[in-house]
């Protein structure tokens, strides 16, 4: 395996595809998305261990929607790409379940120290309300110091994230161990560099153009709901805004497969 060092534009580009793969399977996508999502959120729900859990279970997501997104791209001119997208994502989550949860294991045990790192800066509320699931109030989650502990966690949870980019791809398509798959996957960020930012740059103008265009839907909504011509008009507006957020978080999952594929060549 080798990096591969690609242009800035490169980066808009993998956004273009990534649409357009996305949209060649729309309802396979945001049902393996959600299935996705679903298991992590009620994995999250279970007392104490819950908030360990989820970070266990997202290297599963990412290698599931790569290996879905992998399948739609290469199936293109086959309409029953969607069964053998589902078919691809849980073979591949059944054959690497192990350097899977390695990965969501070292994913879990940074989150720990991180949030338990933040106790020296709020007495270790966010830390307690994270790993002990206790109840916080309004002044405290208010206060100066916790939404310092939230700003650091954030912060020092961005390396993690960008090691785990790449990482179960790079385990999956070219038999990485789990610990250097991450530090691979940094160097190619740090390398390709430009290719990433414009890649960012690029989804947060999709973000923004449709955020823009579901809010003035979502708004006329809440307006026609606050002078009485329609009861549910309000709900149907926040549910819009909602499932909009979501569905444009899996479109842009949809395209972390090609920025891995162009990134890295087997030798």
Same mark, same amino acid.
């Given at each position: /395996?080798?990096?591969?060092?690609?242009?800035?534009?490169? %980066?808009a580009?993998?956004?273009?595809?990534?649409?357009?793969?996305?949209?060649?399977?729309?309802?396979a996508?945001?049902?393996?998305?959600?299935?996705?999502? &679903?298991?992590? @959120?009620?994995?999250?729900?279970?007392?104490?261990?819950? @908030?360990?859990?989820a970070?266990i279970?997202?290297?599963? $997501?990412?290698?599931?929607? /790569? +290996?879905a997104?992998?399948?739609?791209?290469?199936?293109?001119?086959?309409?029953?790409?969607?069964?053998?997208?589902?078919?691809?994502?849980?073979?591949?989550?059944?054959?690497?379940?192990?350097? /899977?949860i390695?990965?969501?294991?070292?994913?879990a045990?940074?989150?720990?120290?991180?949030?338990g790192?933040?106790?020296? $800066?709020?007495?270790?509320?966010?830390?307690?309300?994270?790993?002990?699931?206790?109840?916080?109030s309004?002044?405290v989650?208010? @206060?100066?110091?916790?939404?310092? &502990?939230?700003?650091?966690?954030?912060?020092l949870?961005?390396?993690?994230?960008?090691?785990?980019?790449?990482?179960?791809?790079?385990?999956?398509?070219?038999?990485?161990?789990?610990?250097?798959?991450?530090?691979?996957?940094?160097?190619?960020?740090?390398?390709?560099?430009?290719?990433?930012?414009?890649?960012?740059?690029?989804?947060?103008?999709?973000?923004?153009?449709?955020?823009?265009?579901?809010?003035?839907?979502?708004?006329?909504? +809440?307006?026609?709901?606050?002078?009485?011509? %329609?009861?549910?008009?309000?709900?149907?507006?926040?549910?819009?805004?909602?499932?909009?957020?979501?569905?444009?978080?899996? $479109?842009?999952?949809?395209?972390t497969?090609?920025?891995f594929?162009?990134?890295?060549?087997?030798d």
């Amino acid at each position: /395996m080798k990096l591969n060092l690609v242009p800035a534009r490169t %980066g808009a580009e993998w956004v273009r595809i990534g649409l357009k793969t996305f949209w060649r399977q729309p309802l396979a996508f945001i049902s393996l998305f959600f299935l996705f999502m &679903a298991s992590i @959120s009620i994995a999250s729900q279970l007392p104490l261990v819950g @908030s360990v859990l989820a970070p266990i279970l997202l290297p599963f $997501m990412t290698l599931g929607l /790569m +290996v879905a997104t992998s399948v739609a791209y290469t199936n293109d001119r086959q309409k029953p790409a969607a069964p053998a997208m589902f078919t691809a994502a849980a073979e591949a989550v059944r054959s690497e379940w192990k350097p /899977m949860i390695v990965l969501g294991l070292i994913s879990a045990a940074y989150f720990v120290v991180v949030v338990g790192l933040s106790a020296l $800066m709020d007495d270790g509320y966010l830390a307690r309300a994270y790993l002990l699931d206790e109840t916080l109030s309004a002044e405290v989650m208010a @206060s100066s110091d916790f939404q310092t &502990a939230r700003l650091f966690v954030m912060v020092l949870n961005l390396p993690l994230s960008l090691a785990m980019w790449h990482a179960p791809a790079l385990v999956h398509w070219h038999h990485v161990e789990p610990v250097k798959s991450l530090f691979f996957s940094l160097v190619a960020l740090f390398r390709n560099f430009g290719a990433y930012a414009m890649f960012c740059l690029s989804w947060f103008g999709v973000f923004l153009a449709a955020g823009i265009g579901i809010g003035l839907v979502a708004t006329v909504l +809440v307006g026609v709901g606050a002078i009485g011509m %329609g009861g549910g008009a309000s709900a149907v507006g926040g549910a819009l805004m909602i499932g909009s957020a979501l569905v444009l978080a899996a $479109m842009s999952l949809s395209s972390t497969w090609f920025t891995f594929r162009d990134s890295f060549q087997a030798d």
